[in-house]
């Protein structure tokens, strides 16, 4: 039972490089998220998916796209890569039970954006 | 748009302390509210949640929606409860967390 599976695990990118985080679910959740862990800033939503075909902005969206490929799948995107976009990175997935939406973590993605 | 407040950074406190760590909540619906731990070089991992109304590791967490807080509580600190501490709101579809808190229990 793999749960939530992040690719890669670490990368370094050059200013200006584009690069695609994968993200994929085998509990057949509907919705899926992106979000950033900074030093003092805690875990910051860049974007999320509610179901299948539809992706919103969430707190800091701002140099990133996403693709919600199908329902196992959600890829984050960046196009250009700055050094603030350093961080740790984590994708989620998550479903409604009787006592309210329950999350799972991936393992994270450490990017260096040199 | 809601929003997640925990006030401290570091809460540091020796073995067999009381603990607590505030979080405070903005939220114009019936809030969902949770508790993320994540242990050293490990993933996050639910803690507990207000609908449960549970006790996990000895953790409690009562919502007070008059004060729109959420604190987390333990009476006996262990210091296997060091980690860093999420409060989270879901709403809108969506989950917030707060800033979190690093929790430091000294022997």
């Known amino acids: 039972n793999a749960g939530v599976t992040q690719t890669p695990k670490f990368q370094v990118l050059k200013t200006g490089q584009s690069m695609t985080l994968q993200c994929a679910q085998d509990m057949n959740h509907n919705s899926m998220y992106w979000y950033r862990q900074d030093p003092g800033m805690g875990l910051r939503l860049i974007y999320y998916s509610a179901s299948e075909g539809t992706t919103d902005k969430g707190e800091v969206p701002n140099g990133y796209n996403v693709s919600r490929l199908n329902k196992r799948e959600f890829s984050l995107r960046l196009e250009s890569a700055a050094p603030s976009q350093t961080s740790v990175y984590f994708c989620?997935?998550?479903?409604?039970?009787?006592?309210?939406?329950?999350?799972?973590f991936g393992s994270g993605t450490q990017l260096s954006v040199l | 748009a809601q929003r997640v407040t925990q006030p401290e950074k570091l809460l540091s406190v020796f073995k067999g302390a009381p603990v607590e760590l505030k979080c405070n909540y903005s939220y114009s619906g019936s809030p969902e509210l949770f508790w993320y731990v994540q242990y050293s070089r490990q993933r996050l991992q639910l803690l507990l949640r207000?609908?449960s109304r549970e006790s996990i590791k000895g953790f409690t967490a009562d919502l007070n929606k008059g004060e729109t807080s959420f604190h987390l509580k333990k009476p006996f600190a262990q210091e296997e409860d060091s980690a860093m501490y999420y409060c989270?709101?879901?709403?809108?579809?969506?989950?917030?967390f707060g800033t979190g808190t690093r929790l430091l229990v000294s022997p």
């Open positions: 989270a709101l879901y709403g809108f579809q969506k989950l917030v």
């Open positions: 207000h609908i």
């Open positions: 989620a997935s998550s479903f409604p039970t009787g006592s309210g939406e329950k999350l799972f």
